[in-house]
């Protein structure tokens, strides 16, 4: 894709899947996250185009036609189909308003489109074959036909198509329900696994600073029992320490010797005190903060419980509903061999109707 040709007019994120081409009916997810998916428009062909890339790859790159339409089929989900690709493309978004945004940008592109195929349309007069017909040139209502016993074929006019059609909407109806809500439990499932791996992250890393504040913990408390023994060993030093008195001095200078003695020995007393319970303090705090941590640790994990309950609520919600879209399948079977029952019971009575007519005087 050429930045000088195409330029991007609209950009956001959301997850990004594509219909299953095998099944027609199940969701592959591009990724396990967001992608950003733009919209761009090439001045040269006067064309718009959808486009997501995961890395170097295309996930997306749907043209939009003027025949196209996005459907919104939850609060955060919308799809589109893409004949060109023989596709349909669906987008999970954060948020209602960025499925709102998008949905809003998908309508402005897709009547600018029209409007640039009306414009290319303008210097050649708009023909139609059908518009040449007269009123006895009409042609025939298409006739549908169905393959019955031996090599004879049943024919059925439009006409016969009513009540079968109103048949048909009807079970159509029921299965597009079914995928609609196929569709919200599948985009309720990836969004609960996405923040269900942001959960595990967050439990490791709470697990990694717990384990840096036991050992900065341990360490405090052997500075702590050193400075203990220190101390100890310094109280019991001045106490056996014998005051070393010449024999020329006098009994007044000896006591004033003994007496700076024992204040420089009380400093480093007070000194070595005060550094304890500076190790205490942080002691304390360290404990404190070990005890908010473990807290939150077990709040993660009461969360990641409960996300794994509401998962496997949602799978159970979304086998029933594969369950109730297989029988709703079963129901248009039944339906259609019905239909086409009654279509031979109709062909029998007119062939009857038309010897009945043939052989009247």
């Not at 997810?29 to 718009?48: C, E, I, M, Q």
């Not at 669906?90 to 308003?97: I, K, R, T, V």
């Not at 159970?316 to 879209?325: F, G, I, M, P, S």
């Amino acid at each position: 894709m050429s930045t000088a040709r195409e330029q991007p007019i609209f950009s956001t994120r959301a997850h990004v899947f594509q219909i299953d081409p095998a099944t027609k009916r199940n969701w592959i997810p591009a990724g396990k996250h967001a992608l950003t998916v733009s919209y761009f428009y090439d001045a040269t062909r006067n064309v718009y185009r959808i486009i997501s890339l995961g890395g170097a790859k295309a996930i997306i790159n749907s043209t939009v036609t003027p025949n196209m339409t996005f459907t919104k089929t939850s609060q955060k989900f919308g799809q589109w189909a893409d004949s060109r690709a023989n596709t349909v493309y669906g987008l999970g978004f954060a948020s209602e308003q960025h499925l709102t945004q998008f949905a809003e940008k998908f309508q402005e592109v897709k009547e600018a489109a029209r409007l640039a195929r009306e414009k290319s349309q303008d210097g050649g007069e708009l023909t139609s074959p059908a518009l040449g017909l007269t009123a006895h040139q009409v042609p025939p209502s298409p006739l549908v036909s169905a393959n019955g016993p031996g090599d004879e074929k049943l024919f059925r006019s439009q006409s016969a198509d009513v009540p079968g059609s109103a048949e048909r909407e009807r079970l159509k109806k029921m299965l597009s329900e079914g995928s609609v809500g196929e569709v919200q439990w599948e985009a309720e499932f990836f969004a609960l696994q996405d923040s269900n791996s942001k959960l595990a992250g967050a439990l490791r890393e709470a697990n990694a600073a717990a384990a840096q504040w036991r050992q900065q913990l341990e360490a405090q408390r052997a500075e702590a029992e050193r400075l203990r023994q220190r101390v100890a060993e310094l109280e019991a030093q001045a106490a056996a320490e014998p005051p070393s008195v010449s024999e020329k001095e006098g009994p007044g200078q000896s006591l004033e010797q003994l007496e700076a003695l024992v204040q420089t020995k009380d400093q480093e007393i007070q000194t070595l005190k005060s550094q304890t319970g500076g190790l205490r303090e942080a002691q304390d705090t360290a404990a404190a903060e070990r005890e908010e941590t473990q807290q939150k640790v077990q709040d993660l994990e009461t969360r990641n419980v409960e996300l794994e309950h509401q998962l496997r609520a949602m799978e159970c919600n979304l086998e029933e509903a594969r369950v109730e879209r297989e029988r709703a399948r079963a129901e248009v079977g039944r339906a259609a061999q019905l239909l086409d029952v009654r279509l031979f019971e109709l062909s029998e009575l007119r062939e009857g109707l038309a010897r009945l007519a043939e052989g009247a005087p």
